[in-house]
């Protein structure tokens, strides 16, 4: 019964910071919801309740994301975004969307999705990273591979792993990112439990953005064998420290 209690608790909770957060978001009276993804549960699916129910009428509603039109981040938990793009459809939300597209290519991908008519803006991402890139630091005789993303299948993070587990001699692996796939996470961690002593691989977990160059710097080379990018800010990045 006290179990019971608690969920009802919670739910209160959310529902009541729910309901203040779209009192607050509607006295902003936005010209414009932009949504930075297209089918994330917060950051995505709620902004699409919330503007169906008329929280903001007056607003127009862009979404970007982010490369999630790729076929193949697509076939990524591909029946729930197959069941949301046909709700988007059915209900006639989909008309209400303008997209915007990173490049010509992503365009491409949210066409071949939403059709021939769907309204998109182009819009070529920007980051904040010097002009020129930074001089490369000076290392031991370990040479020192790092990866810096989503631990996640299509980041090819048990790719990165499997290529240093070949290398012969002191080699070091270090693996930073939120761990967002508990399986894959232990798939990977158990077959860099086989590496030799000369082959060190560390999980570091995620770290903040203003450690994000500085990390990237400390390794010989950056690995990153992702299956699909739109826009990598990873290896924009790693670009930018040499």
């Known amino acids: 019964m006290e179990f019971f209690r608690e969920r009802l608790h919670k739910i209160h909770q959310r529902l009541f910071q729910a ?11 936005p010209r414009l919801v932009y949504v930075n993804s297209f089918s994330h549960p917060v950051f995505a699916l709620k902004p699409y ?27 990524v938990k591909g029946t729930v975004k197959k ?19 990173s490049n010509e290519r992503e365009a491409v991908h949210i066409t071949n999705v939403w059709g021939p008519r769907t309204s998109i803006i182009i819009r070529e991402d920007e980051t904040s990273l010097p002009f020129s890139a930074d001089a490369p ?12 993303s989503r ?18 001699g002191p080699v070091q692996l270090d ?19 086989t590496a030799a002593s000369t082959c060190i691989i560390n999980f570091n977990g995620p770290i903040d953005h203003s450690q994000v160059r500085t990390t990237l710097a400390s390794f010989d080379a950056f690995v990153f064998p992702t299956y699909f990018e739109n826009f990598s800010h990873a290896i924009a990045e790693s670009l930018s420290v040499s």
């Not at 069941?83 to 597209?101: R, S």
Request: aromatic share 8%.
């Open 175 to 193: 693996i930073y990112g939120p761990e967002e796939d508990a399986a894959y996470v232990e798939k990977c961690r158990a077959l860099a439990s």
């Open 137 to 148: 630091m000076a290392h031991d005789e370990v040479l020192r591979f790092g990866f810096v």
């Open 83 to 101: 069941l949301i793009i046909w709700l988007l459809k059915a209900t006639g939300f989909a008309k209400k969307m303008i997209w915007q597209a």
């Open 19 to 29: 309901l203040r957060q779209i009192r607050s978001t509607k006295d902003l009276r």
């Open 151 to 168: 631990i996640v299948p299509n980041k090819g993070v048990l790719e990165a792993v499997q290529a240093v587990l070949t290398l012969e």
């Open 49 to 75: 309740l919330l503007y169906a129910a008329g929280t903001w009428p007056k607003a127009k509603l862009v979404v970007a994301p982010r490369g999630e039109m790729d076929p193949n981040a697509l076939r």
